[in-house]
């Protein structure tokens, strides 16, 4: 969820063959995480969606792994997150929630 430019997902396909979808609401992260599985892993059975993650429904325990990783607020934050990932995994399956933070404050002068 949050896929934006795919490059999560295309690794993943890369590297361990996976199957999964992205969702985005970005038409341009759509796009180029489209040509990056062209061009990176057309074999793999990868499908990149437009669309809002909020309205995006999954049938529940469908997935093997749900991650959303830097887009939080989809889903109202951390806990929602968590949430909506776990009832989107299959029972004993994963999921993979992460948040950005600054690693250092911006420059005030930029
Ligand atoms: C910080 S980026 C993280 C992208 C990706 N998960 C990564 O780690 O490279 C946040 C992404 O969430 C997407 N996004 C923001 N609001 C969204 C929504 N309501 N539904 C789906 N995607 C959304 C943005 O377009 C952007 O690609």
Not at 6 to 14: P, Q, S
Not at 51 to 73: L, N
Request: hydrophobic share 40%; net charge negative; aromatic share 10%.
């Amino acid at each position: 969820m949050g896929s934006g430019k795919g490059e999560f997902l295309v690794r993943l396909a890369e590297l361990y063959g996976v199957s999964g979808i992205g969702v985005d609401i970005s038409p341009y992260c759509i796009r180029d995480a489209r040509e990056k599985h062209r061009n990176r892993v057309p074999q793999s059975d990868l499908e990149f969606l437009e669309a809002d993650g909020a309205k995006f429904k999954a049938e529940p325990e469908s997935f093997d792994v749900a991650m959303c990783i830097g887009a939080c607020w989809i889903y109202g934050g951390y806990r929602g997150t968590v949430r909506a990932t776990m009832e989107m995994a299959k029972q004993g399956g994963l999921v993979l929630v992460g948040e950005p933070f600054w690693l250092k404050e911006p420059d005030e002068s930029i």
